[in-house]
């Protein structure tokens, strides 16, 4: 197993940017397109636990696009082989001062491209002694 192919590396990296750009402006279109559409796809996020696709879309679908802006930080994409990767980012919201939400992707590469097959996304209390 070859872990961070140049090419590789570079292709997810390229899809995280991309889920990063959609999530920040609510392109619900993008997003929807970057999880793979299957009832096994999950995402734990801060307030939901959604499992299936349809339940990710719909969560989609309903979630206010106020307040998505956010920075990141330590992000941190490691490929496995050609067709597995896990994309990992701490992020921060103005709104939400003294607190780091972590993010994890699992992305898997299927005959139609590179899709989210698991995520978790949550926030905690940003330690005052940061690494």
């Not at 619900?28 to 939901?48: H, I, K, M, N, S």
């Not at 969560?59 to 990141?72: C, D, E, N, Q, W």
């Not at 699992?106 to 899709?115: D, L």
């Amino acid at each position: 197993m070859e872990v961070d192919l140049p090419e590789v590396l570079a292709e997810v990296t390229a899809q995280f940017a991309r889920y990063e750009e959609a999530l920040v402006s609510n392109d619900v279109a993008v997003l929807d397109e970057l999880f793979r559409d299957d009832p096994r796809t999950l995402r734990y996020g801060g307030g939901e636990n959604l499992y299936g696709y349809k339940e990710i879309m719909a969560f989609r679908a309903g979630r206010s696009p106020v307040g998505l802006m956010r920075r990141t930080d330590r992000t941190v994409v490691t490929t496995y082989g050609r067709d597995m990767a896990v994309a990992s980012t701490l992020f921060y919201r103005d709104s939400a001062p003294g607190k780091v939400g972590r993010q994890m992707q699992t992305w898997v590469r299927f005959p139609e491209g590179w899709k989210i097959v698991a995520a978790h996304v949550s926030v905690i209390n940003e330690s005052r002694d940061k690494a």
